[in-house]
């Protein structure tokens, strides 16, 4: 169904207007729509080599995302010699980093929070945006993959650390190897001007390979 003709003219004044307060052009966001892209423009996508899975399973692409899987490296909090968190300040020794062996588990008890990591290396280039979200399967069952860092900015570069929370009664186990949660991919209206990655930008976490404990926060 086509859209009114007052929202089209309202469109175009109010890129106009944004494009003479920024005094830059908006390389043609009206011809371009911001789009999730379907499994056909991911596979097209990865083919180019413009978004990176590896490894990739091709049962894993789904209609409109590719399942990620579970890595062997997990993070978990020293409540034992450490009173508080405190995102402004360094912590050494926070976290503990536990590598899981083949073929055992991890056990994530009821309440607790840990940090794991996918088994793929993700790569999204300057004018995809990506979303991570957790499989609805699991998610019945309790567990979270993330709090708040759902987010894959353009020209992210790594592995994507996971933020893992049982809010079940019952432990959950956790196998390496298993699909942990769903990668979706936005198309944006124009490239950014500064990937994720980019010198002076403090991305912190660009190339990161395993479950990755927080940088300071700042101010």
Same mark, same amino acid.
């Given at each position: 169904m086509s859209r009114p003709t007052h929202y089209c003219v309202?469109?175009?004044i109010l890129y $106009?207007? %944004?494009? +003479?307060?920024?005094?830059?052009?908006?390389?043609?966001?009206? $011809?371009?729509?911001?789009?999730v892209l379907s499994d056909? /423009? %991911? $596979?097209a996508e990865i083919a180019a080599g413009r978004i990176v899975i590896e490894p990739l399973c091709e049962q894993n692409v789904q209609p409109? #995302?590719? /399942?990620?899987c579970l890595g062997s490296n997990f993070r978990i909090f020293r409540n034992s010699t450490h009173t508080s968190i405190d995102p402004l300040v360094a912590q050494e020794g926070l976290t503990?980093?536990? /590598?899981?062996?083949?073929? /055992?588990?991890?056990?994530?008890?009821?309440? =607790?929070?840990?940090?794991?990591?996918t088994l793929e290396r993700i790569v999204i280039p300057d004018d995809v945006l990506g979303k991570l979200e957790g499989k609805s399967t699991l998610g019945r069952l309790g567990l979270m993959i993330h709090s708040t860092a759902g987010y894959v900015d353009p020209g992210w570069d790594g592995?994507?650390?996971?933020?893992?929370?049982?809010?079940?009664?019952?432990? %959950?186990?956790?196998?390496?190897?298993?699909? %942990?949660?769903?990668?979706?991919?936005?198309? +944006? #209206?124009?490239?950014?001007?500064?990937?994720?990655? #980019?010198?002076?930008?403090?991305?912190?976490? =660009?190339? =990161?390979?395993?479950?990755?404990p927080s940088h300071v926060l700042s101010k």
């Open positions: 309202g469109r175009d $106009k207007r %944004i494009s +003479m307060f920024l005094n830059i052009p908006l390389y043609g966001v009206r $011809k371009v729509d911001v789009v056909r /423009d %991911i $596979k409109a #995302s590719v /399942d990620v503990e980093s536990i /590598d899981v062996p083949e073929g /055992d588990v991890f056990v994530l008890h009821p309440g =607790q929070f840990a940090l794991g990591t592995e994507l650390t996971l933020e893992l929370s049982n809010v079940a009664n019952l432990p %959950i186990i956790l196998h390496p190897g298993m699909r %942990i949660g769903q990668l979706s991919f936005e198309r +944006m #209206s124009s490239p950014v001007e500064r990937p994720y990655g #980019s010198e002076n930008l403090g991305s912190h976490y =660009q190339g =990161q390979r395993g479950a990755t």
